[in-house]
């Protein structure tokens, strides 16, 4: 009878120790996920935050990238505590599990409330994005030393689909139009709905983009659409976390009995 119970806990044990180890390897594959879109944004999105005189953006992005580095030790912590059955490393990979799914928790409702209180909050994010990026295109735009803002400029008129900062009407304003590099564009070839060799020198809704708002609005959408997004894989990734700390409780049970 005895050698029975021992055999059911042993069993028991070694089910929870591939169910926990499953659970740390899609842990650590979510870890390096997150890791892999804080370098793209940083990356990929560079451009943009060339634009921005804030560092909200690159900050989260860093904050991504910081993240997905202890949810891979995590994971890697939880796989070798999983493989030699150390109560202590349970303990702490348990401890870690909970301090992450606290964080997110937090980020997931502070990203949900930012949204949902965005009026007044999105009227200054509004308010630097038209400051920033009229003065951009009105100031640097073609302009030498500035072709990073150039390039930036023209990809998120390609990319948002999108003319000017408030409305195509702003490049009338801008330093470069008056210059011999202009060669009678009325708005640069990015705002093009086809971009070709000066095809900004029509400025007809047929040919370029005409959105209302301008990049602004593009851009803001743009933003608060990942935002809402990353709080809510967030709050999805912190409650699968419960089934790994209950797992890890189980575990460590599971090991108790076994040596008493």
């Not at 003319?163 to 070839?189: F, M, Q, Y």
């Not at 933003?223 to 699968?240: D, E, K, M, R, T």
């Amino acid at each position: 009878m005895a050698d029975a119970e021992e055999k059911t806990n042993t069993c028991g044990t070694v089910c929870l120790k591939y169910l926990l180890f499953i659970f740390n390897l899609f842990f650590w594959l979510a870890g390096g996920a997150v890791m892999a879109v804080g370098i793209w944004t940083l990356v990929d999105k560079s451009d943009y935050i060339s634009l921005l005189s804030s560092s909200m953006y690159s900050a989260a992005a860093f904050i991504l990238i910081g993240a997905g580095a202890v949810v891979v030790f995590t994971g890697i912590l939880g796989c070798c505590a999983t493989i030699r059955e150390q109560r202590g490393l349970l303990i702490v990979f348990f401890v870690l599990l909970l301090l992450i799914f606290l964080l997110e928790i937090t980020a997931g409702i502070l990203a949900y409330v930012y949204y949902q209180e965005c009026f007044p909050l999105c009227y200054q994010l509004n308010a630097e994005l038209r400051a920033d990026l009229k003065e951009k295109m009105v100031q640097n735009y073609q302009q030498h030393g500035q072709e990073h803002i150039t390039r930036a400029i023209d990809k998120l008129q390609q990319d948002l689909k999108c003319c000017g900062s408030n409305s195509s009407a702003d490049w009338r304003e801008g330093v470069w139009i008056h210059t011999d590099i202009a060669d009678k564009r009325l708005v640069p070839d990015s705002c093009c709905k086809t971009p070709t060799q000066r095809c900004g020198v029509r400025d007809h809704p047929s040919n370029i983009y005409k959105v209302e708002g301008g990049c602004v609005s593009k851009l803001e959408e743009f933003i608060l659409q990942h935002l809402i997004i990353l709080g809510s894989v967030g709050l999805g990734i912190a409650f699968i976390q419960i089934i790994g700390m209950i797992f890890t409780c189980c575990l460590y049970q599971s090991l108790k009995e076994e040596i008493y």
